[in-house]
């Protein structure tokens, strides 16, 4: 029966270190997923704080849009306004002029939209 026994102890002994060795590479597999789980919260992370650090440029870029078409509009504002006065003031200075120039125009528009009105039929 000690052939039996040295048998039977040798079998434990082979289990035993198996069971030590797969504990091993289960410890190791575990180790690789939680490291792709790190890695993949990591990239996460770091795209939101990318998209997080482009809205805060973004509305940056909106306020100095806002600010320029604020200045622009003030700049041409200013020129508009003095051609308009000086329009208003040849008009109101020699009006027989431009209300003849005023009814060749619309009598031109009147023909042209006239002879195109036939065309189409």
Same mark, same amino acid.
């Given at each position: 029966?000690?052939?039996?026994?040295? !048998?039977?102890?040798?079998?434990?002994?082979? @289990?035993? $270190?198996?069971?030590?060795? &797969?504990?091993?590479?289960?410890? /190791? =597999?575990?180790?690789?997923?939680?490291?792709?789980?790190? !890695?993949?919260?990591?990239?996460?992370?770091? @795209?939101? $704080?990318?998209?997080?650090? &482009?809205?805060g440029q973004a509305? /940056? =870029?909106?306020g100095q849009a806002t600010a320029l078409t604020g200045q622009v509009r003030g700049k041409a504002a200013a020129p508009a306004r003095h051609q308009a006065g000086r329009a208003t003031h040849v008009v109101r200075s020699s009006p027989v002029p431009v209300a003849a120039v005023s009814v060749l125009v619309a009598t031109a528009a009147f023909i042209l939209l006239r002879r195109r009105n036939r065309k189409e039929r």
């Open positions: 029966m000690t052939s039996n026994t040295k !048998v039977t102890d040798e079998l434990r002994a082979q @289990v035993d $270190g198996t069971r030590e060795q &797969l504990g091993r590479t289960v410890a /190791a =597999l575990a180790s690789k997923a939680n490291m792709k789980a790190n !890695v993949a919260s990591g990239v996460k992370d770091r @795209v939101a $704080g990318g998209a997080t650090a &482009l809205k509305t /940056a =870029l909106k």
